[in-house]
C-alpha cells in the first residue's frame, strides 16, 4: 500500500523490487518471447510472450499501485488500451458517450470502428457530459479535456452512471495518477497513455487500463491477447524504470505550467490562457475538489496560426512537436489536428526546464513575435 507517502516515494515505492539479498535492486528486463513449459501444463507464470511476461507484471504491479487499482493491464499505446476498453464495455445496441472535446482519435475510432457494428455513439463536451450520460451504456470522460483543459466533475459524473448502470471510463492521461486517482471517485475503469509523463522522455509509445472489477479485467486481458495490441517487453521495462522519476519531473512539469499561465494571461500577445490551476479559470472549483496537482499542460491562444509557429520559432527551449508529458517543453498548434479550436490555439506541455529560464525565453519569443 502507498497511502500516505508523497508523490516521488509513491513512485520509487512502486517501482522497487523484492528485497532478496544478491539481487538487483532495480528490476531487470525480461526480452522473451517464448519461455519453458511444465509437464504439470498451466501451472507455468508464463508460456508465449504476447499473453503474458514478467516485464508486464512489474510495470502493471507499479501502475495498479499508482491509481489505486487491484489490477492494471499494459499495452502497445494510449489507443490500443482505449479501443481496447471500450470494445470491453459495449456492444451492438449499446449507447456510448466520448468526449468531443477530447482526444481526437478516440473520436475517429468512435464514429469509423464501433458505430457500423450498431453502437450508438454520442459526443458531448465536458459541460455537456453529465445530461449525455443518462441513458447511456456506457461514458468515456477526459479529464482534464485534452486541450481545452476542462475539468469534469468525476464524483458528479459517477453519480450519474451508477443510478442507469453505465459504466464510467475516465481517461487520466492528462493528469496522471499523481494529479488524481479517477476509481477513488467512482469511475469502473481508469484509461491512459504512458507515452506521456508516466515514460516522460518521448522516446516510447504505451498504454495501460487499470481497474478493480475482475470480470472486466479479465474481459480486458481477453482482448488484448486476440487482438495483439501487446507491449514489447523491453519498452515495458523502460515506462517502470522512468516512472521511479515520475514524481520529480510531475512536479516540475506542474510548477512550470503554472508559471507559464500566470505569466502569460497577462501578455498582449496572448488573447486567452486556459490553465485548471489559476483561480480565474472555469475549471478551477472543480479541479481544487478533486485534483492534488493541476498537470503540466497550458492552453494558450494567439491571434493566428503564424503567431504559434514564430512562437516556435523565436524560442530557444520551445520545441514544435505533438505529444506531451516530455522533458522538453512543447508546443503545439491543435487546430492543424482537427480540433475545434481556434487557429492560433496553441498546447503548451511544459517541460522540467529551470522555470526562470524557461518563462524568460517563452516572454522573449512572443516579444519578438
Not at 35 to 45: N, Q, R, T
Not at 72 to 100: D, E, Q
Not at 114 to 131: K, N
Not at 232 to 243: H, K, N
Request: glycine share 10%; proline share 6%; with cysteine.
Amino acid at each position: 500500500m502507498l497511502d500516505g507517502y508523497g508523490d516521488s516515494t509513491r513512485a520509487v515505492k512502486a517501482v522497487s523490487s523484492q528485497a532478496i539479498p544478491g539481487q538487483p535492486v532495480g528490476p531487470a528486463p525480461v526480452p522473451a518471447a517464448a519461455f519453458h513449459l511444465s509437464a504439470d501444463e498451466g501451472s507455468e507464470p508464463d508460456t508465449y510472450g504476447r499473453s503474458s511476461n514478467p516485464s508486464w507484471r512489474q510495470l502493471e504491479s507499479a501502475l495498479a499501485q499508482l491509481e489505486g487499482a487491484t489490477i492494471a493491464l499494459s499495452f502497445g499505446s494510449g489507443m490500443a488500451a482505449i479501443s481496447a476498453a471500450l470494445r470491453a464495455v459495449v456492444r451492438p445496441g449499446s449507447a456510448l458517450v466520448v468526449p468531443s472535446d477530447g482526444y481526437y482519435q478516440v473520436r475517429r475510432f468512435a464514429a469509423e470502428c464501433l458505430a457500423p457494428l450498431g453502437i450508438t455513439v454520442r459526443e458531448a463536451t465536458a459541460a455537456q457530459i453529465y445530461d449525455a450520460a443518462e441513458g447511456a451504456d456506457a461514458v468515456l470522460a477526459e479529464t482534464p479535456t485534452n486541450p481545452g483543459l476542462d475539468v469534469v466533475d468525476l464524483h458528479r459524473l459517477a453519480g450519474i452512471c451508477r443510478r442507469n448502470g453505465a459504466r464510467l471510463l475516465v481517461d487520466n492521461t492528462t493528469a496522471t495518477p499523481l494529479g488524481h486517482q479517477p476509481l477513488s471517485l467512482g469511475a469502473d475503469l481508469v484509461v491512459a497513455s504512458a507515452t506521456k509523463a508516466l515514460s516522460g522522455h518521448s522516446d516510447l509509445l504505451a498504454g495501460y487500463v487499470a481497474g478493480s472489477h475482475p470480470e472486466l479485467m479479465s474481459a480486458l486481458e481477453r482482448e488484448r491477447l486476440l487482438a495483439g495490441a501487446i507491449l514489447g517487453p523491453f519498452e515495458a521495462w523502460l515506462v517502470l524504470r522512468s516512472i521511479g522519476s515520475v514524481g520529480l519531473r510531475f512536479a516540475r512539469q506542474c510548477q512550470n505550467a503554472m508559471a507559464l499561465a500566470t505569466a502569460l494571461r497577462s501578455h498582449p500577445a496572448v488573447r486567452s490562457v486556459r490553465y485548471p490551476g489559476l483561480p480565474e479559470d472555469p475549471s478551477y472549483p472543480v479541479a481544487t475538489a478533486q485534483m492534488r496537482k493541476f498537470g503540466g499542460l497550458v492552453g494558450v491562444e494567439l491571434a493566428d496560426a503564424d503567431a504559434v509557429h514564430h512562437l516556435a520559432q523565436g524560442s530557444e527551449l520551445l520545441v514544435a512537436s505533438t505529444s506531451f508529458g516530455g522533458l522538453h517543453t512543447s508546443v503545439d498548434r491543435r487546430a492543424r489536428w482537427g480540433d475545434a479550436v481556434a487557429a492560433g490555439f496553441a498546447r503548451i506541455s511544459a517541460g522540467i526546464e529551470d522555470t526562470d529560464d524557461l518563462v524568460a525565453d517563452v516572454l522573449a519569443a512572443l516579444d519578438r513575435g
